[in-house]
């Protein structure tokens, strides 16, 4: 496996970590998995920030183990330039489906990668996956 190869993958691995319900409950695990630059644009056009994302992530959908969670489908990825990978891929939260793109970073100071900036789009009952 190249390294452009392993770093996709280990952004696919960051990007499932925060799907997981007891990650998303763990402020902690969140602020491991954030860049402290993060941003957001959500589904609903909220902007999110680092701060306002640590402090909701474990009271919005799919933090329950019990309750539905995050099914994501398609996630592929590119490594843009060393330490800098972009993943696109849709999840469905009950019957809610949602294409996504994220940019995860790994900066030289040990923390490993973290997501800098994702969007997310809903999808309209009704549109096709292509």
């Given amino acids: 496996m190249d390294s452009a190869t392993d770093d996709v993958n280990q952004a696919i691995a960051g990007e499932l970590q925060l799907m997981d319900p007891e990650v998303r409950a763990s402020r902690e695990r969140v602020r491991r998995l954030l860049d402290p630059e993060f941003v957001e644009v959500g589904g609903s056009g909220r902007r999110w920030t680092y701060e306002a994302m640590v402090a909701e992530l474990s009271s919005r959908p799919g933090r329950s183990p019990g309750a539905p969670r995050y099914e994501p489908s398609d996630i592929s990825g590119v490594r843009l330039a060393p330490g ?17 793109s994220s940019i995860w970073r790994k900066r030289d100071d040990g923390a490993g990668w973290r997501m800098y900036y994702h969007q997310a789009t809903r999808v309209p009952p009704g549109v096709d996956t292509a």
């Fill in 84 to 100: 800098l990978v972009h993943l696109t891929f849709e999840t469905v939260l009950g019957d809610v489906r949602t294409r996504r």
